[in-house]
């Protein structure tokens, strides 16, 4: 009897139920944990990312188990309402499309804008940047079978911009949401990787050692004009990225209004905070071995560091362009920016041409590109919105 009931305890623990897959991702999740915390890539993405991975890999665990939400019920009557695990309740809200636009409202109320307007021309560096989310969308589709829908819920991850992907993906390719949020957010945390090789690859030392001068002091009135005039041209031609650019430009209207300090103080730090914890675990949860590692994860991951890197170069040519035709005057280092991780990519930037020389300071003039990039993977997110949904 007493043998018997080991034997049944034994059954039921995580130990001996454990399955290869579960355990490459567990390694997968201590590897991210190394690297954000030893290596400090990035640790406000990468910690909750990782452990939320860790936690949903370890057999029997229930943590993210599937559940039938309230909402689900009500849209199909025919499910009943269950509690599940306490992650995928936090990972409904991934799929309501709530925490990107709350995400985006607090990068608003961080971001200052006065670089893109001291320097309009870095709208189309960030344009350029994009050019990796249209190739990849073309790349998914002739040679790995993709659907419109699916790949151009794959090609947003060349944007960098995690909430981006997760709100383009739950309405295109929901099925997909789980591989193609971790790549994004993991691509993300790895630009200081990712990015430099390229940058140097497509570069000369001459050029990023360039200087450039210092930028225009911007007023007031001019930040504050800014978030209501994008929010009206952008939504009025693209419709589908209002939730996206409105939640943007609103927390940015926080901060620079001038009247509203508590809300923005709010939306900067305790929400966005928030919401990137419960965000950040609940994407490392859907990565669970059994139904993560398959053929179609495995073309995403693949796809989506090909999208970032083009969009890295795209960003990179065009500002060799720009440096040809200003005489010399625009350091290429700064199209690199032009992606929308904000604002690692711009302090990728910076560090990358201080290397070169250290008595140079890109950091305010990646800035420019780099909050242009926000606003461009919103836009190509609501291009393809209106040709695909």
Do not use: W
């Not at 295109?172 to 790895?190: E, K, N």
């Not at 398959?294 to 083009?310: C, E, H, M, S």
């Not at 250290?358 to 609501?382: D, R, T, Y």
Request: net charge positive; hydrophobic share 55%; charged share 10%.
């Amino acid at each position: 009897m007493i043998l018997e009931t080991i034997k049944d305890f034994i059954g039921t623990t995580g130990i001996v139920n454990m399955d290869i897959k579960s355990f490459i991702m567990i390694c997968v999740a201590l590897l991210f944990l190394y690297l954000a915390i030893r290596r400090g890539f990035e640790p406000l993405l990468l910690v909750p990312i990782a452990f939320g991975m860790l936690l949903s890999n370890l057999p029997m665990s229930g943590i993210f188990e599937h559940t039938v939400t309230a909402f689900d019920a009500y849209i199909d009557p025919s499910k009943t309402e269950t509690t599940g695990g306490l992650f995928y309740l936090f990972y409904s809200f991934n799929k309501l499309g709530i925490f990107p636009p709350l995400i985006f409202l607090g990068i608003g109320a961080m971001t200052d804008f006065g670089p893109l307007i001291a320097n309009p021309k870095s709208l189309l560096l960030g344009a350029a940047a994009q050019f990796g989310i249209f190739t990849t969308f073309l790349g998914a589709v002739l040679f790995c079978n993709f659907n419109a829908q699916e790949a151009a819920s794959i090609g947003i991850i060349g944007g960098a911009d995690g909430p981006t992907a997760i709100f383009l993906t739950t309405k295109l390719a929901p099925h997909l949401l789980g591989a193609i949020a971790v790549a994004a957010y993991s691509y993300m945390a790895l630009v200081p990787v990712i990015q430099p090789p390229i940058m140097k690859l497509l570069t000369t030392k001459k050029e990023r050692i360039i200087k450039m001068e210092q930028l225009r002091v911007v007023s007031q009135r001019e930040k504050i004009l800014f978030p209501i005039m994008v929010s009206v041209i952008v939504i009025l031609i693209l419709p589908a990225a209002s939730s996206l650019i409105g939640m943007l430009m609103l927390g940015n209207l926080f901060k620079e209004s001038g009247c509203t300090a508590r809300l923005s103080e709010t939306a900067s730090n305790a929400l966005i905070n928030i919401v990137t914890i419960l965000l950040g675990i609940s994407v490392g949860a859907s990565a669970q071995g059994p139904s993560f590692l398959v053929l179609d994860t495995i073309q995403i991951i693949v796809l989506g560091v090909l999208a970032f890197a083009v969009g890295t170069a795209g960003g990179v040519l065009l500002g060799k362009l720009m440096c040809v035709l200003s005489g010399g005057k625009i350091n290429p280092l700064i199209g690199s920016a032009g992606v929308s991780a904000v604002p690692m990519a711009a302090r990728v930037s910076q560090k990358v041409g201080q290397a070169e020389n250290p008595s140079n300071f890109l950091l305010m003039h990646a800035m420019g590109p780099n909050v242009a990039g926000v606003i461009g993977s919103a836009v190509a997110a609501g291009v393809m919105l209106s040709m695909f949904s």
